[in-house]
């Protein structure tokens, strides 16, 4: 009987993670996702970030950090056949606790606005919809349309 475990993200992750990322439809991957960028976001947010195993696959992602304000979640992801098991909400729990425990008080996260799978996990899981108040302005420092 497989075994389901969960633990916090390391760079000695990535390559299953980014493997992870190219399989999960809807997910974008960006150059800030290559090794270097997630293994400086992980040594700033320490311990915050999580992974989900079936055994030895990986299954299911969080990341997750603080700017000393707000919390931010990102590529929380849930293998398309390990979907509708808690993986996701089990992740989310654990990320909100790491950083609740840094006296973080409001935790912040994006989806792309055609996501509604997304908007309705969201939704299910307590979390506020903001596209009626917020509008995200972004802006690229090099020149890369994929940074
Ligand atoms: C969204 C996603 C992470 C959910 O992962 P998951 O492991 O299946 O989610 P969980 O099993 O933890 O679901 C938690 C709750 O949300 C509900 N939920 C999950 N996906 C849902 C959906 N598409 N529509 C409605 N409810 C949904 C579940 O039914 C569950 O509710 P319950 O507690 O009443 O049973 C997964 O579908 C995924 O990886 N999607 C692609 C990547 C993505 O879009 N990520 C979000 C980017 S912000």
């Not at 075994?3 to 000695?12: K, S």
């Not at 992750?13 to 992980?42: K, N, S």
């Not at 320490?46 to 590529?75: I, N, T, W």
Request: aromatic share 6%; hydrophobic share 40%.
């Amino acid at each position: 009987m497989p075994t389901l475990t969960y633990r916090p993200m390391t760079p000695e992750d990535h390559p299953a993670f980014i493997a992870m990322m190219e399989a999960t439809p809807g997910v974008v991957i960006r150059d800030a996702d290559r090794h270097a960028p997630v293994a400086r976001y992980l040594a700033r947010n320490p311990g915050m970030s999580h992974l989900a195993f079936l055994d030895e696959r990986l299954v299911g992602c969080a990341m997750a950090g603080h700017d000393g304000k707000r919390g931010y979640l990102q590529h929380v992801m849930t293998a398309p056949d390990m979907r509708g098991q808690g993986i996701a909400s089990t992740l989310v729990d654990r990320c909100l606790a790491a950083l609740a425990s840094e006296g973080i008080d409001k935790v912040h996260l994006d989806t792309l606005h055609d996501n509604h799978d997304a908007h309705r996990f969201w939704e299910r899981l307590g979390w506020s919809n903001r596209n009626a108040e917020i509008v995200r302005f972004s802006r690229i420092l090099v020149d890369n349309p994929n940074a």
